[in-house]
């Protein structure tokens, strides 16, 4: 059984005000491939996620550095070593006190639908069921 699909989770580009890619309003992920890219741990989601983006343009991310968190990346991206593809709310967050620009990706792949599924949701035991309720909650209220 599926769960209703969760607010969709956009991921952008983070850059630092300088950048000249912060004068955009939008961007396809091909032009940011000329620039470095602060990266998290190859066995994030996220990592995995551009790693492929590039592979289905023939081209690989120039990986600047990888460091363990969005915080990190943020300030990575603020001091200017490269750019960082984050979900829009978390680029967000750290834009409120930090140097940054956010810059749509024009990608249809960067509009990221979240969905939890489960085999029966009635089987699951309380806390699950209670769980999945609060991240469905979460997700459709979300207004970032």
């Not at 890619?21 to 470095?36: K, M, P, Q, R, W």
């Not at 592979?55 to 300030?75: D, G, H, I, K, Y």
């Not at 930090?98 to 599924?117: G, P, S, T, Y």
């Amino acid at each position: 059984m599926q769960v209703p699909a969760l607010t969709p989770v956009p991921l952008v580009l983070s850059t630092a005000l300088s950048n000249p890619l912060a004068e955009s309003n939008g961007v396809d992920f091909i032009d940011t491939l000329d620039y470095d890219v602060i990266g998290l741990p190859e066995a994030s989601a996220i990592h995995n996620f551009l790693k492929r983006a590039g592979a289905n343009l023939q081209r690989e991310p120039r990986w600047r550095v990888q460091v363990s968190n969005f915080e990190t990346a943020c300030r990575m991206v603020e001091a200017n070593v490269g750019v960082g593809v984050l979900p829009e709310s978390t680029a967000a967050r750290h834009a409120h006190t930090m140097a940054l620009r956010i810059v749509k990706l024009n990608d249809e792949w960067a509009e990221r639908k979240l969905q939890i599924c489960v085999a029966e949701l009635g089987a699951l035991p309380l806390f699950a069921r209670k769980l999945v309720d609060l991240l469905v909650e979460d997700g459709l209220g979300r207004q970032d």
